[in-house]
């Protein structure tokens, strides 16, 4: 094993949006710190591809097997690279409501409260949407929480097919929004991710210093078990150790629970700070499906995500509990969710002909039905001779069954409006839903809590357990959102490095 000599005062383990927004606070501030990542710049041919090209290469696959809960082995859709998962999370940035900070009545139980109100984390949101320069129009969704100040900056204009869609939408009583997008100014890589708005800041610090290819394995604590004295990873095939003042991990909900479940020694012999025995457990991913309307004209199939729609977000005209949470795909050929995930929809894309495949995206508008899960404590990550195994049944399932056919059913009516030319009718909308493998929005395994008995890290976003340890990922969520996690691990990042500097 090499031992390095310089000691840090922060180890970060993971470049996605935790990990780096928490990186690169921290070395503004003056702080020594060393960012882990896994991976190492994913090449500019690999990122925002729009054409056939998408579907027929595996390029968001780490080329590792985790087994399922059938026991059958398969490959995760994750980037493990630069910027983690936000180099493919199509770049919304959504704030949570004020009741998703719970409880929060679901038809089948409660979601757990955060022990924290939206309150709390609104002057973060506000400093992760200066951060990440998100894009966004304050007023015209019904369901949107408060805020101090609206967006700084407005929403760029849409593709004219989604433009006439959205007015038809307006014609059926919706409430379509511009959904709030990470944007950069380079127009060759226009989408905002980790790597740009937080690795690259992070590297302007003087005291940083960035390791790739560093795939970390355990970590190893005093002869007491209260503090981390030690990260091992690996790098090119050697064993390395880094000593730090302070780690922190931003692995994701699924590695990060890993890492602290291989880190087993005689003061915890059920892994690192895993007293509670909640490490690994009640992992939650929103329910996902995707669903295809045929366009009257042809459209260049390449435009980003660009519409929400949240009039069911809490219910309908028969029922209260929440349902979810509806926005558009970006074009079939620049939707690296559709092109990877939806089993049936997939497979058939990658069995056309390329110009089919153009034709197919051309004449497509692509919605995603998002429903939020309820945390399960027998859904869970364990290692079985050091292989990763995820067994998981999702729930909430009436409730994200309803928004799907309340959205066909609402796109039947667009379709059926003479003043609507910009799509057709048909008898069937086909759709899928996200497999096992898309573990991309993945929360809740080392959920944050005030009572050590039933959580692994506190309200700050430290253990319980092992004094210099953090997590600020998705892992540390007692609940599941119905919209997309990439904002409030942002600001959670923000408060957790807040609370760190503080702390040390």
Known sequence: MIIDDTHYDVIVVGSGAGGSTLASDLAAKGRSVLLLERGAALPREDQN????????????????????????PFSPQAVYALGGNTKIWGAVLERMREQEFGPLCYQEATAPSWGLPYNHFAPWYDRAEALYRVHGRQGVDPTEPSRFAAYARSPRPLDPLLEELREGLRRQSCHPYDLPLSWSEDPADPSGDAELFGVTPALAGARTCLRT????????VNPGGTEVRGVEAEIDGQNWLFRGDQVVLAAGAVNTAVILLRSVSDPHPAGLANGSGQVGRNLMRPQLTAILQ???????????????????????????????????????????????????????????PNAALRQLAARSVCWWAMSAVLPDPDNAITLRRDRIRIHYLPNNLEAHDRLVYRWIDTLRRTEKDPLTQVVRPSLVHPRGEAPLAVMGYACGTCRMGSDPASSVVDLAGRSHEVANLWIADASV????????????????????????????
Not at 213 to 220: G, I, P, W
């Open 213 to 220: 290819n560093a795939r970390v394995n355990r970590l190893h």
């Open 294 to 352: 045929l366009a009257a004209r042809a459209n260049s199939g390449a435009y980003p995500r660009s519409l929400g729609v949240n009039d069911y977000y809490w219910g309908d005209k028969n029922v209260s509990f929440p349902l979810g949470h509806i926005e558009s795909g970006g074009g079939v050929l620049q939707d690296a969710l559709f092109a990877e995930s939806p089993p049936v929809l997939s497979l058939v894309t990658r069995l056309l």
């Open 477 to 504: 969520f007692p609940s599941c959102p119905s919209v997309s996690p990439g904002l409030t691990v942002i600001a959670n990042a923000l408060r957790v490095a807040d609370a760190l500097m503080h702390a040390s």
């Open 49 to 72: 591809v729009a054409d056939v090209d998408l579907f027929r290469k595996d390029r968001y696959h780490p080329g590792e097997q985790w087994f399922g809960t059938d026991g059958d």
